[in-house]
């Protein structure tokens, strides 16, 4: 399994960026897809979730709700987090991550998720 994220990069505050998490090497669509972020000197934490297996459920962080959305194309084994009104605090190395067995109520738990990406930097200005 292998997962490439891509589209950081550097934005003033207000911006917006679209983070992609490309995967290989899985059946996709039983994928639980997450991502999460680690900002210098910080704990990695939680940022959004999208259940796999045709199930709906969908988490955000609440420091994120209202402005990130992540999605999911199957077709394309790829999935997305729409970043909006990015704020300096958002400033993080982003990853995404990927599993076939995770709990509902564990998914914003990093340690359920067995496959990662190689992270992608988002800088936000102020």
């Known amino acids: 399994v292998q997962l490439q994220a891509s589209g950081g990069g550097l934005v003033q505050a207000g911006g917006s960026l679209r983070l992609s998490c490309a995967a290989s090497g899985l059946i996709f669509n039983r994928y639980t897809m997450s991502w999460f972020r680690q900002a210098p000197g910080k704990e990695r934490e939680f940022v959004a979730v999208i259940a796999g297996n045709g199930r709906s459920t969908i988490k955000y962080a609440e420091s994120v709700k209202g402005r990130f959305t992540i999605s999911r194309d199957n077709a394309k084994n790829t999935v997305s987090l729409q970043m909006n009104n990015l704020k300096p605090e958002d400033t993080a190395v982003y990853y995404c991550?990927?599993?076939?067995?995770?709990?509902?109520?564990?998914?914003?738990?990093?340690?359920?998720?067995?496959?990662w990406g190689q992270g992608t930097q988002v800088t936000v200005s102020s």
């Open positions: 991550a990927g599993d076939r067995n995770v709990i509902v109520g564990l998914m914003a738990t990093s340690k359920e998720y067995d496959y």
